[in-house]
Structures are given as structure tokens and as C-alpha cells.
């Protein structure tokens, strides 16, 4: 038996070619006690391996892959070598598992950059942000290879965090470097793995003990391998070493080798024909079993024995960290505990100025003693401390999720929504039982979450306090891209595939695929190339980082998990995800950035600005009619949550007329109800037609608010334990998996438990289902009530501005893009359909953001911003603003010569018509900007070229197209316009008249497609929003349409439907029944109308 102890899996990123769990998975049903995971630079797979391992029962050894390197002339490598100064990790090419040896410190290759995220902040891990990067890196730096390294226990598993942590400080991203004194001096205890004898000489100079440092033999069947391994043993036994045997694994099984070859390319940024030496010579780098391993190393048994020993000697698992949340700082003589409870009940008082209810009292009590007990009560501290920070700011946040059940929360500040008028499940946040830390989600105005982040930042010094990480992986797209790369496939041929591939992501790779795309689905290169996509899909493609979670520790956090610094500046991540910290139970702190908020924000600033309304959330008004009477005709266009397609079309069937009815409407419309086939049941009890009827006694008082239909996340788990037999904690596991959504998987190991259970209580088979599959359906996505509950009122907030305000509602939205289902041509159209009048970006008026201006006869103006310019930067706009301040601009001249903007931004603003306030049509201003320009070498011109011309003004017509081209929207018509009258004399209708059309006609419809929107239902359909000049028209796509008409569904800019009209509950749709492009003599027009869909799941 025997211990692989150099092994990569795909989170070595482009390098490894099979998943963590893969590799553990294999190694179990090899038989192997024990694995060991060393990914490059890095522990980001050790979680994921750690879970799948504990499940397996296989020993999991910790370890990671370091470069060392040191400056020209300090090398003493050789010292003791036999192979004249080059070991196994440099001497094929590359192909040695250590890395090159030998060659100057460079950055990595083309493409290697291209699957990262480019630029270093160079911000410092060291408290205060002191910069470590850089210290001793200079051109003559030289690479001596990599070494892996295991930790046997706690102390050395921080250390190799912490070397890993300065390691990444240094060069280029994914890179991480020290020299051999340093993992002399910081490595102790670590167990050193070196296949090459000029860096073991090094090692052992540098002061690397023999019972740390070891010499790995690998066989892989290699020319040259057994020579090179005498030299290593040799080397190894003048140097006092032990010896190792195994092999470098890179992926679990030999079939693997095609996408390891591919990755290898990719990182490289070659070809297959071209990698030559870059690629393994064979596939022996898969994970091998006992018998294989013990033929190979028949003449050296004691290698692999040697492997067992260093494998017993490893016995540290993650879950044994200890792990500490800091805490916060507590005035003289205060326990955490009493000082939470201070400001808990005088939270309370302010929340209840009337007088603190009993119930109130009762819960916080309650709530307290747990945290008390739980020892979680300084996150709360941490979480009112930034809530605070953010009033003091005027930042506008608000906390959801789960923690919008607690009473505490609420008192503190920290979520707006009251848990005990709403009857909310504290327990659904936290619990003894459970003993999970808690998780508050805390909303933020998008644009000011920076200055949250770095005071987080500044608050626990940069040790201390680090961003989780966020794994980008590969999705169909840019699978299909790379691998086509490597395989040679020409850019027209991969652009043709990747247009097929939705944004949805869950295409299959099939022949289908490759006929739509024009190419020949039987061709080797194709299989080849559909295959290979198919398996790097979802594998990582770099890291990234969590929109907004932080881990915070008492001790450092860099002696847990690696910290390196982000691409952005100021930022430093960890390199463990949010599933990897939940799963580890770490405390994180999730400060998100949320677009309603920064728009709500913006909204009510306008709103006192032009009119003296102070407003804030809570003083908005609530309950109001003639709010939910736009809302329940689906009139939602930009209202946050609520203005999907398929929220539209719900809104005037369930119509809602308060605030629960609203918070409904928010979760109702998700894959959990959906899929469970709750909603038509819902819909019929609401309205009557069908009696309010409950599956079992035990489910009336949790099924009751919602009618007898669970709807909510909650309510599933209270289901679970009432009639399928659940304890509390089994439930919660329920929760978890089914909130694993990308690993919805685990969901199915509980159908055969709780369907039986349920039928045996008494609950028909048909409901049973029904349940299980919403549990599916949660699995994808769906909402807890609390979180719903937040939401809704962001949504009601919303709803009510865009009712009684529209004009500051769209002004504000339209500065907080990019947000929400709609992009900016389809705002403003909506805003003048409820009579706001719309003014044209104007050099002498607009400011960068949009703005309201006064009308003559009262109300306000939306005057459209510079922001909007395509190819106008925001330092540009600000110029302009700046010049503008000394008065308004005389002629163009006196425009250029004031702002000394550049060529391109002038001819952005031409294009724009901004310059026609000064008299100066598009082209005029296009034809004088570029003489400007020459006159002076770009831009400086005192006057107007001598030469004047005059152009034919644009049509009408062409204003649109031109103001689409330039600003993405035009506030003088729609570009279906200029097809009107052709589509009139074919008899098709308008959006507008599609309205009129009784149900079960047939018909034909042409809009501009707005967006796209693929739930994920059993039923596959997909719905689009097409418009015209008149308004919207509601498309409904049946899988079996849709399929058949895949390339015009997915890419039409301009889409032609045939299909019959279908009304229900006050809602029109048109369900396609044909597809087809505009006719031959209209499509030259359309190719000029530039217009982008935004599509959604």
C-alpha cells in the first residue's frame, strides 16, 4: 500500500484536470488509505476535498505546491548534484512535476494571463497594508522549482498559510514564490517533497533539517526517468535524505489526459501541434492503484513504504481548526453580552416608540439567551457597528435573509423587517440545536460599498480581515473558446458554436449543437471539440472574488487560509470560497452591493432637492392603493424584484393589496414553487374558486398564511419535521442542501425518506411529490419568507416612487445602472409613456448623471446625462461640466477650446446631437469637430475652420438610429417606427393593439427584442419581452418552439412571431407557434438599428 503525496487537482488552475472530489472518489475506490492534495500556490480545493473525504473515510494529507526562488549569484545549487546542475524539474522540457529549474523570474505566458484576472494591487497582507511584494524580486531573480509540502500538524499548517500568503505578494497573478531561507526559517515541521537534487543541495544549505526534507521519486514510465532517479537517490543519500516513491498526479483517471493536454495549452497559450515538450509524454500522471504502484516500484518497496510513514506522520484535519471571531471593542466593565443587550432593548425603543410590545420583550429575551449561550454575541456587535457606520455615512444598507427572523436584528438596526408582527422562525436564523454561526446578508447602496469595505478593512488591519474568494469556472462559452484554441478550430468556427450557447448556461454538447453551427458534427475535430468543452465546463478558470463576504478573525486570518492580494485596489482574498467557509463554520460577514438601494437613495435626494420631501424607507407610505392597483396590472417596469416577465404576468392574477401579498408575489414566482406545482393552487384558493384545504392537521398552523400551499423555505422544513418524521437538526440539513443549489445532487438522497414517511402520516402521494419536487425546485433557487419579506419592501419602496414620482424614480434608476431587467432605451420609453417628458443630452444642460429640470408648467424634466455617450469617458464629463461652470458655450469652437477634450470624445458627443443646443446639427458638428481637430493637432482650435459646409439634416427617422448608435436609446421615437407602415399594409398589429385582439386569435407580431427569460421549470418554456413605438408585447416560447427555432430565438435582434393570442386574468400573451426573421427587403434597415438584449434565468 502506499500514499500519493504530489497531487493537483483542477483548482492548480489550467494545470490539474480532474475535481477534488474526482480525485478522492478514486482514491477510496482504489482502496488508498490516505491522499494527500497539493494544488499550486495554493489550498483552494482542500475544503472541497476535506468534505468529500470525511464522506469516503479517506485520510486527507494537507499540503500545497511553493516555487522557490533567489537572486543571480546566490545560488549554491549543485552543491552535491550528479546531473550537471539540472534535476528532474527541468530537465524534460517542463514535464517534471517540480516546475523549470534554472532561467530568470518572468511573468507567465500569454496565456496563462488570459484565464486570469490581470494587474496586482500591490497592497500588503502586513498590518497597515505595508506592501511585502516586491521586497526582494528584481529581474535577475532565479526560478529553482517547486517543492510540495505537507503539514503533519496545526503550528505547520499556519505556517505554509503564511508562507503562501508572502508567497503571493510576490509576481505575477496565481504566482506564489519565497526562497529557500524563508521555508527554511518560516517551514518548520512542514514535510518538503523535491524531485530535483540542485534544489535539495539548496534546501539543505539554506538550513531545510533531513527529517523535513525528503527527495520524491516519480515513475511515470518517462525516457531518461530512471537515470535521473539514480542521480535524486544518490544526491539524497549524500545529503543524509529519505527517499519517496509515487507518482505526480494530475488527474484521476487516464481518460483525463486529453483535457490535461488541453489545459496545458491553454495556459500556455499554444496549440496541441505547437506544445511539443509543454505536454506530458504519456498518461501516467492519473491516480494509480496499489497493485500498479507496487510492480512499478518492485525493486524499491521502501519508496512506497516511506510514502505510508510520511502519510501516518500527517495527522492534522481542517476540522480541528479552532477558530475565533474577533469581537469588538466594549466600553469599561461590559461583557460582550451586556453590552448587546443594551442596545438591543434600546433599539427597541426606538422601534416601538409607543412602548415596547410583551411579545417584543419576550423574543429578544429569548434570542439573547441564545447568542449568549452560543457565544456569538460580537458578530452582532460587528454587524451594528457597520449598520452604524453606514447612518453616520448616509450610506443607505439594510440586512436580509434569514437574519430578518431575528428580533435582535431588527432592534439593532440591522434588518427593517419586524419578525414578531410577521410571525417569522427565529430558529430559521439560529438555533442551539444547530449551533451554526449566523449569517446576515447586509444590503448596500452599490455605488458606497467600497468605503464600507475599506473600513472593514481599516477597523481589523489587513491580518485579520480578508474577502472570501468567488471561483470562476468555466461556462459553455468560453469552454468552447479555449478548447477550440488548443485544438486549432478556426475563430469563425468557434464564434458560430459559442453564439448557439445560451447565457443560460445547460446546453447540451451534442450534434445538434455542432449543425446549427454549420460545421460537420461526424468530423473528429468537432467530437473532439464538443467532448473536451464538455468536461472543462464548470472546472475553475481563475479566482475572483465574493461580492462582498468577509472572514475576520481574533488571530490572524493568514495562519487559516493563504491571503492574497486582488485585483482590485485595496482589496485582499482568501483562497476559500463561501461554501468552503460554511462548510468549515467560519463566521463571514456578507456586505453586498445592491442597486435598488443606491436608486432608492438617488430617488429620494432628487425628491428633496426639486420638491422638499424628506423621505427615508420607513416614512414612505405604506399600504397605498393606488400603489398595489399598478402593481396588480403588472406596471412594474424597473420596480425592484417585480419586473421580470414572469412576475408581470403573475402580478394581475394574484394582485396583490398589502404588504404579505406582496412578499408572496416576491417568492412565488421561483423555481421552488414552481416546479412543486404550488402556484395554480395558491392562485385558485386566493381568488376562491378552490376551498382552503390542508394535507394534514399537523400543517394548518404553518401552511395557514399561505392558504394550505407551502411557498416558502420554511415552511418546507416545518413540513419535513411534522409528517416525515425531520428532528429540527435533520431538517437544517435539509435547508443546507437545499441551498447548495450548484449541488443539488445531495437533494435527491432525501426522497426516499421523506416521501414514505409523509404517505405513512397520512399525506396523499400527490402532494408528497408535489413537495419533493419544490424541494428540487429550492435546490435551484428559492426564498426563505425573511428574505422575501426584505426584498418586498425594497420592492414596495419602489412601486410607490415609480407611482407618485416618476420622473425622479426613472432619473434615479437610470443612475444606478446597470441594474434590473432593462436597459436604458427601454426606461425612457417607459417613463414618456407615464408622461415624463424626456430631454436630448445637450452640451449646454446635461450634467453626467441624469437630472431633473424644472417645466414651465410644473413637474419636472428628465434631461438625459453624458453618462450615456458611447466612448465618453467620466473624466470626460467632468470637463465638460468644469468648462461649463466659467458660462455656457458661445459656438463649437469655443466648446473645444474650453474643454480641450480629444478627437474621440468630440465626435462621440457629434454623434450624440449634444452639440445642436449651439446650433449645429450631428453632421455639421462631425464635419466642424474634425477640422477643429486638424487645425490644432486634437482639439485646441481658436475658431471654426474657414471652410464651412452645410449637410442635408438627419431624417427623423435616422435621429432615432443615431441616438441608438450613440446613446442606446433615443427620446424621439423607437426604431420599429421607421417600419411601421410596411408592417401596417402586411395587416400586423401593434403592441399596443395585440391588447385588443380576442383570445385564440391568430397572428403575426415584429418587435425589438428586450430581453430574454429561461426559468427553470419542468416545462422549459421561455419568455420575451418584444417592443415597439406602442409599448410591450409578452412572448411565451414552448421548449418544443423554441428548439426549433434555436438561432433566431437566441440571437434575433428584431424577431417576426406567428402565434395566437392568450388571455388570463387581465394578462395578454402571445405564444409563438413560428419564428422568422424580417423580410429581405427591411433587413439592411434593421442591420442598423444597435441594440443588445439583456437575457436572464
Known amino acids: 500500500m502506499y500514499t500519493p503525496l504530489w497531487v493537483k487537482s483542477h483548482h492548480s488552475f489550467l494545470e490539474g484536470a480532474s475535481s477534488p472530489a474526482e480525485l478522492v472518489d478514486r482514491a477510496a475506490d482504489l482502496g488508498l488509505p490516505a491522499l494527500a492534495l497539493t494544488d499550486r500556490a495554493g489550498v483552494y480545493g482542500l475544503v472541497r476535498a476535506h468534505v468529500r473525504a470525511r464522506e469516503r473515510g479517506l485520510k486527507l494529507l494537507l499540503g500545497a505546491e511553493l516555487e522557490l526562488r533567489e537572486r543571480a549569484g546566490e545560488s549554491v545549487i549543485g552543491r552535491g548534484g550528479s546531473d550537471g546542475g539540472r534535476g528532474h524539474a527541468g530537465s524534460d522540457g517542463g514535464r517534471g512535476h517540480a516546475g523549470s529549474g534554472g532561467g530568470k523570474s518572468r511573468g507567465r505566458s500569454s496565456g496563462e494571463r488570459g484565464h486570469s484576472e490581470r494587474g496586482r494591487s500591490g497592497r500588503g497582507l502586513s498590518e497597515g497594508g505595508r506592501s511585502e511584494r516586491g521586497r526582494d524580486e528584481g529581474p535577475a531573480d532565479t526560478s529553482l522549482g517547486r517543492v510540495a509540502l505537507l503539514a503533519p500538524d496545526r503550528a505547520s499548517y499556519g505556517r505554509m498559510c503564511r508562507l503562501l500568503t508572502i508567497g503571493h505578494t510576490r509576481g505575477a497573478k496565481g504566482e506564489a514564490w519565497v526562497r529557500p531561507e524563508e521555508l527554511a526559517e518560516m517551514g518548520r515541521g512542514l514535510v ?52 519517496v516513491g509515487g507518482n505526480a498526479v494530475l488527474y484521476h483517471d487516464r481518460a483525463r489526459r486529453p483535457l490535461q493536454d488541453v489545459v496545458t495549452c491553454v495556459r500556455h497559450g499554444t496549440t496541441l501541434s505547437k506544445a511539443g515538450r509543454l505536454l506530458q509524454p504519456n498518461g501516467e500522471h492519473a491516480l494509480l492503484g496499489p497493485e500498479v504502484m507496487a510492480s512499478r516500484f518492485a525493486d524499491a518497496p521502501e519508496l512506497l513504504a516511506a510514502s505510508r510513514a510520511l502519510a501516518e506522520r500527517c495527522d492534522f484535519r481542517l476540522d480541528q481548526i479552532r477558530y475565533r471571531y474577533p469581537g469588538e471593542e466594549l466600553p469599561p466593565g461590559e461583557t460582550e453580552g451586556r453590552w448587546l443587550r443594551r442596545l438591543a432593548f434600546e433599539g427597541a425603543a426606538r422601534r416601538y416608540p409607543g412602548g415596547v410590545p410583551s411579545a417584543v420583550r419576550a423574543q429578544l429575551e429569548r434570542e439573547l439567551a441564545v447568542i449568549e449561550d452560543l457565544d456569538y454575541g460580537g458578530y452582532f456587535l460587528t454587524m451594528h457597528e457597520i449598520v452604524r457606520h453606514c447612518g ?106 459559442a453564439r448557439q450557447l445560451s447565457h443560460f448556461g445547460g446546453d447540451p454538447f451534442d450534434d445538434a449543437l455542432a449543425r446549427d453551427a454549420g460545421l460537420d458534427a461526424h468530423a473528429p475535430t468537432t467530437r473532439h471539440l464538443l467532448r473536451l468543452a464538455a468536461e472543462l465546463q464548470d472546472a475553475p478558470r481563475h479566482q475572483s472574488i ?137 392562485l385558485l384558493r386566493r381568488h376562491g374558486d378552490e376551498p382552503v384545504e390542508y394535507p394534514h392537521p399537523k400543517l394548518r398552523r ?146 453626467w448623471d441624469h437630472t431633473l429640470e424644472p417645466r414651465p408648467e410644473g413637474g419636472e424634466a428628465l434631461r ?40 474621440k470624445a468630440l465626435v462621440a458627443l457629434a454623434e450624440a446631437g449634444a452639440f445642436e443646443p449651439l446650433g449645429v446639427s450631428r453632421r455639421d458638428a462631425l464635419w466642424q469637430v474634425r477640422g477643429l481637430v486638424r487645425a490644432l493637432g486634437d482639439g485646441l482650435a481658436e475658431t471654426a475652420p474657414r471652410t464651412q459646409l452645410s449637410f442635408e439634416k438627419l431624417s427623423r427617422e435616422e435621429e432615432v438610429l443615431w441616438d441608438y448608435r450613440a446613446t442606446r436609446h433615443s427620446p424621439r421615437g423607437h426604431p420599429l417606427g421607421r417600419f411601421r407602415a410596411a408592417l401596417a399594409a402586411q395587416g400586423m398589429p401593434t403592441a399596443a393593439e395585440l391588447e385588443a385582439l380576442p383570445d385564440g386569435a391568430r397572428t403575426d407580431f415584429v418587435g425589438l427584442v428586450i430581453c ?45 412571431v406567428s402565434g395566437r393570442i392568450q388571455k388570463a386574468e387581465g394578462v395578454t400573451h402571445l405564444v409563438a407557434e413560428r419564428l422568422w426573421p424580417l423580410p429581405n427587403a427591411l433587413r439592411p434597415q434593421a442591420r442598423e438599428i444597435v441594440h443588445r438584449s439583456r437575457d436572464f434565468r
Open 192 to 243: 518538503v517533497l523535491s524531485d530535483a537534487a540542485p534544489l535539495l543541495a539548496r534546501l539543505r544549505a539554506a538550513g531545510l533539517p533531513p527529517g523535513d526534507l525528503w527527495a520524491f521519486c516519480g515513475r511515470h514510465l518517462a525516457p531518461g526517468e530512471r537515470e535521473r532517479e539514480a542521480a535524486l537517490r544518490a544526491a539524497a543519500g549524500r545529503l543524509g535524505l529519505g527517499a
Open 392 to 497: 453616520d455615512e448616509g450610506i443607505l444598507c439594510q440586512g436580509r435573509g434569514s437574519a430578518a427572523n431575528s428580533a435582535v436584528c431588527f432592534c439593532l438596526g440591522i434588518t427593517a423587517i419586524d419578525p414578531v408582527r410577521m410571525d417569522l422562525l427565529f430558529e430559521r436564523f439560529l438555533s442551539r440545536e444547530r449551533a451554526e454561526p449566523p449569517d446576515i446578508d447586509l444590503d448596500i447602496e452599490h455605488e458606497r460599498r467600497e468605503e464600507v469595505i475599506q473600513h472593514v478593512y481599516g477597523r481589523y488591519g489587513r491580518r485579520r480581515a480578508a474577502m472570501v474568494a468567488n471561483v470562476i469556472r468555466y461556462r459553455g462559452r468560453s469552454a468552447v473558446r479555449e478548447v477550440g484554441k488548443a485544438l486549432g478550430v478556426p475563430a469563425t468556427d468557434l464564434d458560430a458554436v
Open 546 to 682: 465574493h461580492p462582498g463576504g468577509f472572514l475576520l478573525g481574533l488571530e490572524p486570518v493568514d495562519e487559516l487560509v493563504p491571503i492574497e492580494p486582488a485585483t482590485m485596489e485595496g482589496r485582499t482574498v482568501i483562497q476559500w470560497d463561501k461554501y468552503d467557509v460554511e462548510d468549515l463554520g467560519l463566521f463571514k460577514v456578507d456586505l453586498l452591493g445592491l442597486g435598488a438601494l443606491t436608486c432608492i437613495r438617488k430617488a429620494f435626494e432628487l425628491l428633496q432637492a426639486h420638491q422638499g420631501l424628506e423621505l427615508d424607507i420607513a416614512s414612505v407610505p405604506a399600504e397605498d392603493p393606488a400603489t398595489y392597483e399598478m402593481v396588480s396590472a403588472g406596471d412594474t417596469v424597473g420596480v425592484f424584484q417585480i419586473e421580470s416577465r414572469a412576475q408581470m404576468a403573475m402580478l394581475p392574477r394574484l394582485r396583490p393589496r398589502t404588504f404579505y401579498d406582496l412578499v408572496i408575489e416576491v417568492a412565488i414566482v421561483r423555481p421552488g414553487p414552481i416546479q412543486g406545482d404550488m402556484v395554480h393552487p395558491y
Open 702 to 847: 404553518m401552511l395557514e398564511k399561505t392558504l394550505g400551499v407551502p411557498i416558502f423555505q420554511e415552511q418546507v422544513m416545518k413540513v419535513a419535521v411534522a409528517v416525515a418524521g425531520y428532528s429540527p437538526g435533520e431538517a437544517d440539513q435539509l435547508r443546507r442542501d437545499m441551498a447548495a443549489w450548484k449541488s443539488s445532487g445531495k437533494i435527491e438522497r432525501h426522497r426516499d425518506r421523506m416521501i414514505p414517511r409523509m404517505i405513512e402520516s397520512g399525506i396523499a402521494p400527490e402532494f408528497a411529490e408535489r413537495v419533493f419536487s419544490q424541494i428540487r425546485g429550492f435546490g435551484e433557487y428559492g426564498f426563505p419568507e425573511s428574505h422575501a419579506a426584505s426584498f418586498a419592501l425594497l420592492a414596495y419602496v419602489t412601486a410607490w416612487l415609480r407611482c407618485h414620482h416618476p420622473a425622479a424614480f426613472v432619473c434615479a434608476l437610470l443612475n444606478a445602472q446597470p441594474m434590473g431587467f432593462y436597459g436604458p432605451a427601454t426606461l425612457v420609453d417607459d417613463a414618456k409613456r407615464r408622461g415624463v417628458e424626456v430631454r436630448p443630452v445637450s452640451v449646454q444642460t446635461s450634467r
Open 864 to 903: 438625459i446625462g453624458l453618462r450615456l455617450v458611447k466612448g465618453l469617458a467620466e473624466a470626460d464629463g467632468a470637463r465638460v461640466e468644469a468648462a461649463r461652470g466659467g458660462g455656457a458655450f458661445r459656438d463649437l469652437a469655443d466648446f473645444v477650446r474650453r474643454t480641450r477634450l480629444g478627437a
Open 1012 to 1056: 430574454r427569460q429561461r426559468p427553470i421549470t419542468a416545462s422549459g418554456v421561455t419568455f420575451a419581452t418584444l417592443e415597439d413605438e406602442t409599448g410591450f408585447a409578452n412572448l411565451v416560447l414552448w421548449r418544443d418552439v423554441f428548439e426549433a427555432h434555436r438561432v433566431l430565438a437566441k440571437t434575433a435582434v428584431i424577431l417576426g
